[in-house]
């Protein structure tokens, strides 16, 4: 007797595959901001807009997260070799990444505006992969610390638009990474708690040399070509930059003891290491480690800033896709009054979060030709990084739920995602770090209060609620503080006066008008979806979604 196997069911009204669009050509707000500020990036945007969307290439991201870093001490002789072996999942992203110029644009562009127009590339790599976007975005902030002269070779390598995933000095590469190990067991974020030590060598025409000996909680991406870090001299904590392979083609003197198991941002490979006499350059004056490291973290809090807009975004194309073509109770869940809600509040969101990264983005632009710009971007970026990876972990919660069940499984991207959005609240300075910043640039300098009042103050008269806004920040702005108690409370203020005002000039009528009912008049809940019902939130929705092809 012959037994044939049946199927039990059908299967229906799932949701679409999250695949078949352009994250740039398809997203209206990220098209605005390049027509206003960088038209000349919109090609290359298109190009890699079309990864996100891409089937293939999601695929690339799920296998170099399923299938994580592993650590090679050693060769199967027994010598020592610290080496990070990925899967090719990741080398090809990387390949990717570098090619289509996301951490090399702003240093080798001729055009105006490199900066924003990086951050476009860098928003839309967010939505690609986001361990990935770890190395990219320190090479992108690195480029300034290499200003030396004997550091030419680096600038050309890390600006050739090449990924050469070889284990070699730098002069044989055909392109190379940068990294940052700065933090200690015992200091954390306090970096004036350095206890590695560096004991000058000698002078050479490449700079001046030091052995470096001495232990670094964190080192991300400690496979990069070289890296900084900072080390006691005997004038204080000082910047050095180390090769991450010496000249002869031995490994530098650094020995990774393990790497660190993430909850997320599982591609990307963190570690612990030890310096045992690491050959590394002076980088700067001696004892003046920190104010170097700080010069680059602008550019790294900024590109935090900008990606967490990126992986809002990404979620919330997802929320969109799973809920515009899945039906329950007779319609799509998207055109279901709660869930129009819903959807409608995380647009309004991460439009507000967007526009704010790329205002932050064109300030650095032009920090060397207005003093309001370089004011405005003191201030803004330490905000921008607070508030954008702050909200990015709520948002990709009510992203997830919209999902049901199926966001909560790894075969959906929005799982990776979960595991990502809390990361960047910690990463290159705390929100309570971010706060601090945020608050030593009021206090020290009332230009640059005076900077970022003048901006938001551009939105007087708009709206009501949003010029009460202005006038509860502009007193509390005022007030003397003795310690920075108060340093998240003037933060919140200061976010939503700097969306309602980008809001206000490029934005459709009704999202402004709902952001400020909502997060300016007390007319919200503690959650999304809690917007007054209205006509205009499905025109919302269709604003943010993102066309398949």
Same mark, same amino acid.
Request: hydrophobic letters at 40%.
């Given at each position: ?18 695949? !078949? ?6 997203? #209206? *707000? ?18 890699? !807009? #079309? ?26 002789? !027994? ?36 900066? @924003?127009?990086?951050? &476009? ?16 975005? +320190? ?51 306090? /970096? ?12 050479? %025409? ?7 000996? !001495?232990?670094?909680?964190? =080192?991300? &991406? ?24 010496? %000249? ?5 003197? /650094? ?50 800033? *900008? ?12 929320? @969109? ?36 990264? =790329?205002? &932050?983005?064109?300030?650095?632009? #032009? ?29 990709? *919660? ?15 991207? +929005? ?20 706060? +601090?910043?945020? @608050?030593?640039?009021?206090?020290? $300098? ?64 009704? &999202? =402004? $008008? ?13 959650? =999304?979806?809690?917007? $007054?019902?209205? %006509? ?14």
């Amino acid at each position: 007797m012959t037994i044939h196997a049946h199927a039990t069911h059908q299967v229906l009204n799932q949701a679409r595959p999250a695949t !078949g669009w352009n994250a740039f050509s398809g997203d #209206a *707000v990220l098209q605005g901001i390049v027509a206003r500020g960088a038209p000349w990036v919109a090609d290359k945007a298109a190009a890699l !807009g #079309a990864h996100a969307g891409d089937a293939e290439i999601q695929d690339l991201a799920r296998l170099a997260n399923r299938h994580g870093p592993e650590l090679r001490t050693h060769d199967r002789y !027994g010598n020592r070799i610290d080496w990070i072996e990925f899967h090719p999942a990741w080398h090809e992203l990387m390949r990717l990444a570098f090619a289509h110029e996301v951490p090399s644009l702003a240093w080798t562009t001729s055009e105006p505006n490199g900066h @924003l127009a990086r951050a &476009v590339l860098s928003y839309l790599w967010n939505q690609v992969e986001h361990g990935t976007g770890c190395p990219t975005g +320190m090479t992108y902030a690195a480029f300034p610390g290499l200003a030396q002269p004997e550091f030419s070779l680096w600038r050309e390598k890390i600006t050739s638009g090449r990924y050469d995933r070889r284990p070699l000095p730098v002069a044989l590469k055909e392109g190379a990474s940068i990294g940052y190990a700065m933090t200690e067991k015992q200091g954390g974020s306090d /970096l004036r708690q350095t206890q590695t030590t560096a004991r000058f060598l000698e002078d050479t %025409p490449e700079g001046r040399v030091y052995l470096i000996t !001495g232990h670094k909680w964190f =080192f991300s &991406v400690p496979q990069s070509d070289g890296f900084f870090t900072l080390a006691r001299t005997e004038s204080g904590v000082s910047c050095l930059f180390c090769p991450g392979f010496l %000249p002869d083609g031995s490994r530098n003197r /650094l020995q990774i003891q393990r790497l660190k198991d993430k909850a997320g941002n599982r591609s990307n490979a963190s570690s612990e290491v030890e310096f045992r006499d690491c050959l590394g350059w002076l980088v700067g004056g001696e004892g003046a480690g920190i104010k170097e490291i700080l010069s680059h973290a602008h550019l790294t809090r900024l590109d935090f800033a *900008v990606g967490s807009a990126g992986l809002m975004r990404q979620a919330l194309t997802l929320a @969109l896709n799973h809920t515009q073509s899945r039906r329950g109770f007779g319609s799509s869940l998207a055109e279901q009054p709660m869930m129009t809600n819903i959807l409608a509040d995380l647009a309004i969101d991460s439009e507000a979060s967007t526009l704010m990264a =790329f205002r &932050v983005a064109a300030a650095t632009d #032009a920090m060397e030709t207005s003093e309001q710009e370089r004011h405005l971007a003191r201030v803004t970026t330490p905000l921008a990084k607070f508030w954008n990876c702050k909200r990015a972990a709520a948002f990709v *919660v009510e992203a997830l739920e919209c999902h049901g069940g199926n966001g909560f499984i790894e075969e959906n991207p +929005m799982a990776r995602l979960y595991r990502e959005a809390p990361l960047n609240a910690i990463w290159e300075g705390t929100s309570n770090m971010m706060c +601090m910043d945020v @608050l030593r640039a009021f206090n020290r $300098e009332p230009r640059t209060r005076e900077a970022f009042m003048a901006e938001v103050g551009q939105a007087r008269g708009a709206n009501r609620a949003l010029d009460r806004w202005l006038d509860r920040l502009g007193d509390e702005a005022a007030k003397p503080r003795n310690d920075d108690g108060h340093g998240r409370r003037l933060a919140n203020l200061m976010a939503y006066a700097l969306q309602a005002s980008e809001l206000r000039k490029h934005a459709d009528e009704a &999202v =402004f $008008e709902s952001f400020c009912r909502s997060r300016l008049d007390a007319d919200w809940g503690y959650v =999304f979806g809690t917007l $007054e019902p209205s %006509p205009e939130l499905a025109g919302i929705v269709r604003r943010a979604t993102v066309a398949q092809s």
